[in-house]
């Protein structure tokens, strides 16, 4: 079965079209406007190995913020469609991931009820168009849309390029522990017997 979702989500700041396939190999079609947010969604994709078609066009002649929040609610809908009932997936998730002189942690648990910690600090505003405060609305914008809990820190770094590199990377490797199927697991992992 085909563990993929088209969403689509239209208002007076944003017009987006999103598919996410989880068992993909990493292949991208992604145009939002924002060159920097283009490149953590592709690494994000790729680094997850999943196939990620995503065309927004947002207000960005006002900021950033509506085109990058109205993403992360988007992407988080479309992976709760694509988990289904979420039977026979590991559901918890985490990654260490190096980048360079940083290092970020990230944990997921895909249980079904939203709760968001998040932990990074940025010496600069922006990184190539993209607010740096962002990616907190981002992630925050994701976890709640998709029902995860999620937590992700940087551990230290100095480069703020490679902060929200590993951000989105470790994520991605996260989130791919997560939703990845495992054959041991009948039904959904839980004593309740639901997620």
Do not use: W
Request: glycine letters at 10%; charged letters at 20%; proline letters at 3%.
């Amino acid at each position: 079965m085909s563990r993929k979702a088209t969403v689509t989500r239209k208002t007076r700041e944003t017009d987006i079209t999103l598919t996410l396939e989880l068992d993909g190999s990493g292949k991208t079609d992604i145009q939002t406007g924002i060159g920097f947010f283009d490149h953590m969604l592709n690494g994000f994709a790729r680094h997850g190995l999943f196939d990620l078609t995503l065309h927004c066009n947002g207000d960005l002649e006002v900021d950033c913020h509506h085109t990058i929040e109205d993403v992360g609610i988007v992407l988080g809908t479309a992976l709760r469609q694509a988990l289904g009932d979420k039977a026979g997936i590991a559901r918890y998730g985490s990654s260490l991931l190096p980048m360079d002189e940083t290092l970020a942690l990230c944990a997921i648990d895909l249980g079904g009820r939203p709760y968001f910690v998040y932990d990074a600090a940025f010496d600069t505003p922006a990184c190539g168009g993209m607010d740096t405060q962002m990616a907190r609305e981002f992630f925050y914008a994701v976890s709640y849309s998709a029902a995860m809990n999620l937590h992700l820190k940087v551990l230290y770094g100095a480069n703020d390029h490679h902060k929200l590199e590993a951000m989105f990377k470790a994520f991605a490797k996260a989130l791919d522990a997560a939703t990845r199927p495992d054959p041991r697991i009948q039904g959904v992992l839980s004593t309740k017997g639901a997620l």
